[in-house]
T-cell receptor, first 114, second 114 residues
Framework: AQSVSQHNHHVILSEAASLELGCNYS??????LFWYVQYPGQHLQLLLK??????LVKGIKGFEAEFIKSKFSFNLRKPSVQWSDTAEYFC????????????FGQGTTLQVKP | EAQVTQNPRYLITVTGKKLTVTCSQN?????MSWYRQDPGLGLRQIYY???????DKGDVPEGYKVSRKEKRNFPLILESPSPNQTSLYFC?????????????FGDGTRLSIL
């Protein structure tokens, strides 16, 4: 079965540190890739997405992600985190031509210390 | 303002008492979906709908029902709730079900079944 793995479950960083959150998926076909963020008590918001083209995608709030097809990975990065980035981050995929179902990773809780 | 609206936001109820969580979107989206979020498991799809009168099971449909009589509404029905359905529920919608459409999420409904 298709799955998404996020290797870091809980990350603690100080402000201005760099961030990289890992995401790997298991599916050999064409995928659409997403990162969502969930701030405390709020709904999920789309950070960025990759469908095709340039494998380095830029999203909102200074986040970016790189799709590496050979590694089945879509890692999220930010050069310098802020306290306001404290949230839970979810990697998700949909399979092209499928039902539109988002397959989510387990989520990574990011805590940024001021 | 484009949004997905869920009601109620919070509900505490008892085993066996039927309940309905409503979901409405104002974006004329064809695709709607329900997810449940549990710690360590990310979000898992319960049911989805590709259009009016078209619904299908997701990964964890047991104990739930849905209907899609109108394009904007997609209620989630728990006919006989049980404690293992205590969770945080999200409704989502997207323009189409092709997989490359970002999904917009509601604010969530926290259900506690005693």
């Amino acid at each position: 079965a298709q799955s998404v793995s996020q290797h870091n479950h809980h990350v603690i960083l100080s402000e201005a540190a760099s961030l990289e959150l890992g995401c790997n998926y298991s599916y050999g076909g064409t995928v659409n890739l997403f990162w969502y963020v969930q701030y405390p008590g709020q709904h999920l918001q789309l950070l960025l997405k990759y469908f095709s083209g340039d494998p380095l995608v830029k999203g909102i709030k200074g986040f970016e992600a790189e799709f590496i097809k050979s590694k089945f990975s879509f890692n999220l990065r930010k050069p310098s985190v802020q306290w306001s980035d404290t949230a839970e981050y979810f990697c998700a995929v949909t399979l092209s031509g499928n039902t539109g179902k988002l397959i989510f990773g387990q989520g990574t809780t990011l805590q940024v210390k001021p | 303002e484009a949004q997905v609206t869920q009601n109620p936001r919070y509900l505490i109820t008892v085993t066996g008492k039927k309940l309905t969580v409503t979901c409405s979107q104002n974006m004329n989206h064809e695709y709607m979906s329900w997810y449940r979020q549990d710690p360590g498991l990310g979000l898992r799809q319960i049911y989805y709908s590709m259009n009016v009168e078209v619904t299908d099971k997701g990964d964890v449909p047991e104990g739930y029902k849905v209907s899609r009589k109108e394009k904007r509404n997609f209620p989630l029905i728990l006919e006989s709730p049980s404690p293992n359905q205590t969770s945080l529920y999200f409704c989502a919608s997207s323009l189409r079900s092709t997989g490359n459409q970002p999904q917009h999420f509601g604010d969530g409904t926290r259900l506690s079944i005693l």
